[in-house]
């Protein structure tokens, strides 16, 4: 495990995979480094890339008043990504660029110890909860691992995409503050 600036320096300077070379930014996370809920997406997009930041576009808009709801915002949880830099034209991370940004995020929970992590979309829940995660079957489910509650809920840009989803998103936020509640976990 490295210390922040240390790992934030080998991130932003990586390249262990194609990624960095249509990088504009690498996108290493935001948020208070203590936090005890953390959120995980996939990956940066447009914006994200072109300012360094996660979830900036109209999916961060999402995500903030998603949080809003829950009595989170950007100065109370670390958001970050499986990968760092952005796939081109949004696609989905491949799994060598998840297996070459996976160590980073690893290092990321390390130091944060978050309480709670959230995935958010089907690619966070399969490489952090489970490979064979079904994000419509199991959105909104809790599962513990080594002290730490994890569930994921669909990403932002899925319900930009199909607002059929944002009650069901509605209900994993309800299920995420009860569980911040639950196990007193700071806000």
């Not at 300077?13 to 959120?39: E, I, Y």
């Not at 990504?81 to 991370?93: A, G, Q, S």
């Not at 489970?130 to 899925?158: C, K, L, Y």
Request: charged fraction near 25%; charge should be neutral; glycine fraction near 8%.
């Amino acid at each position: 495990m490295r210390n922040w600036s240390d790992l934030e320096h080998i991130c932003i300077n990586c390249s262990k995979c194609g990624l960095c070379q249509t990088r504009h930014n690498v996108v290493f996370g935001v948020g208070p480094k203590d936090a005890d809920v953390m959120f995980i997406g996939e990956g940066p997009g447009e914006q994200e890339d072109l300012q360094g930041i996660p979830f900036v576009g109209p999916a961060g808009k999402l995500l903030d008043d998603m949080l809003s709801i829950v009595d989170l915002s950007r100065e109370n949880c670390y958001i970050a990504n499986i990968v760092k830099c952005r796939p081109p034209k949004n696609r989905d991370p491949l799994e060598t660029e998840q297996d070459a940004c996976i160590g980073y995020l690893r290092n990321q929970v390390a130091l944060i110890q978050p309480k709670i992590i959230v995935c958010l979309g089907r690619i966070a829940a399969q490489r952090v909860i489970d490979p064979e995660f079904r994000i419509t079957r199991q959105h909104g489910s809790w599962v513990e691992r080594n002290g730490v509650w994890m569930s994921a809920t669909f990403h932002p840009s899925a319900l930009l995409r199909d607002v059929s989803k944002r009650p069901e998103a509605f209900s994993d936020l309800l299920s995420i503050r009860e569980k911040i509640r639950e196990i007193g976990a700071r806000i």
